[in-house]
Nanobody
Framework: QVQLAESGGGVVQAGGSLRLSCATS????????RDWFRQAPGKEREFVAR???????VYVDAVKDRFTISKDNAKNTFYLQMNSLKPDDTAVYYC??????????WGQGTQVTVSS
């Protein structure tokens, strides 16, 4: 299993930046993809970004050129750098990992609120 814990959420004005962190522990060597999702009030959870074990990162169109997903292997942590934030980015953000065999694991979520 893999355990995940997000941090870094908060309240920011439109145009500002935040960096979310997702600390992983457990069988981290089995991770084949690292993802960020978000869920806005009254909406379904949506995919935001993926960092695969190999290959380029993938982003939903709404965040391309504003958000960057990255990782620090030494810290077993991956990140979501969010720039030029908009009120529409307000949501609970979740990190997730997919491991060998196809199972997925989720963090508890962190609130991001962007004020206009």
């Amino acid at each position: 299993q893999v355990q995940l814990a997000e941090s870094g959420g908060g309240v920011v004005q439109a145009g500002g930046s935040l960096r979310l962190s997702c600390a992983t522990s457990g069988r981290t060597f089995t991770i084949i993809a690292r993802d960020w999702f978000r869920q806005a009030p009254g909406k379904e959870r949506e995919f935001v970004a993926r960092l695969p074990w190999s290959g380029d990162a993938v982003y939903v169109d709404a965040v391309k050129d504003r958000f960057t997903i990255s990782k620090d292997n030494a810290k077993n942590t991956f990140y979501l750098q969010m720039n030029s934030l908009k009120p529409d980015d307000t949501a609970v953000y979740y990190c997730s990992t997919i491991v060998q065999g196809g199972a997925s694991y989720w963090g508890q979520g962190t609130q991001v609120t962007v004020s206009s």
